[in-house]
Antibody, heavy 121, light 107 residues
Framework: EVQLVESGGGLVQPGGSLRLSCTAS????????MYWVRQVPGKGLEWIAY????????FHADSVKGRFTVSRDNAKSSLYLQLNGLRAEDTAMYYC??????????????WGQGTLVTVSS | EIVMTQSPATLSVSPGERATLSCRAS??????LAWYQQKPGQAPRLLIY???TRASGIPARFSGSGSGTDFNLTISSLQSEDFAVYYC??????????FGPGTKVHI
């Protein structure tokens, strides 16, 4: 069974840092590109980062560029998101998610349950 | 950046009724569109990709249609477990991947 389990969220002061982790099981992480997507409570979904299977291609959303950094360790079946310079507007549930590709199309086929980041003094 | 819009924002329906949700892209995305369902307290769940291909395990009452800029998700006969928020997402031109604001389907 495919599972993605996020951890590392919590309460942090503005300007602070956190490192989110996502542990994958039930599949070989090194075969898949991965995403981080966040969701402000009660609001919609916002893509924030993408990392290819071998880390050769990395994208960050403009809203987090220069502050957040995605990385991965395939040997540890883990995905990471380093959050620096946190702001109140970064308060959200953070999901790691798996990229799915087929001849019929592309999508995000598995999502973790999320880890909540709260930025507040 | 491709902007996704969804209508209506909320949809009130009864079990057994048909529901049609709309999604529009600010420019053509061909058929590079996915639909997700999200229930309270849960992560999103993939329903449809490639505009009309059902994901594994998704019931046949869910169907997707459209191409270019206009897309629909149809639930042919709503079940109680279908009351949720539905998001569309484009992956034709990215980064950024963009999602619509969602349609809440409720009784």
């Amino acid at each position: 069974e495919v599972q993605l389990v996020e951890s590392g969220g919590g309460l942090v002061q503005p300007g602070g840092s956190l490192r989110l982790s996502c542990t994958a099981s039930g599949f070989t992480l090194s075969y898949y590109n991965m995403y981080w997507v966040r969701q402000v409570p009660g609001k919609g979904l916002e893509w924030i980062a993408y990392i290819s299977s071998s880390s050769t291609t990395i994208f960050h959303a403009d809203s987090v560029k220069g502050r957040f950094t995605v990385s991965r360790d395939n040997a540890k079946s883990s995905l990471y998101l380093q959050l620096n310079g946190l702001r109140a507007e970064d308060t959200a549930m953070y999901y790691c998610a798996r990229d799915y590709r087929s001849s019929s199309g592309r999508a995000i086929d598995y999502w973790g349950q999320g880890t909540l980041v709260t930025v507040s003094s | 950046e491709i902007v996704m819009t969804q209508s209506p924002a909320t949809l009130s329906v009864s079990p057994g009724e048909r529901a049609t949700l709309s999604c529009r892209a600010s420019q053509s995305i061909r058929n590079n569109l996915a639909w997700y369902q999200q229930k309270p307290g849960q992560a999103p769940r993939l329903l449809i990709y490639g505009a009309f291909t059902r994901a594994s395990g998704i019931p046949a009452r869910f169907s997707g249609s459209g191409s270019g800029t206009d897309f629909n998700l149809t639930i042919s006969s709503l079940q109680s477990e279908d009351f949720a928020v539905y998001y569309c997402q484009q992956y034709n031109t990215w980064p950024p991947i963009t999602f619509g604001p969602g349609t809440k389907v409720h009784i």
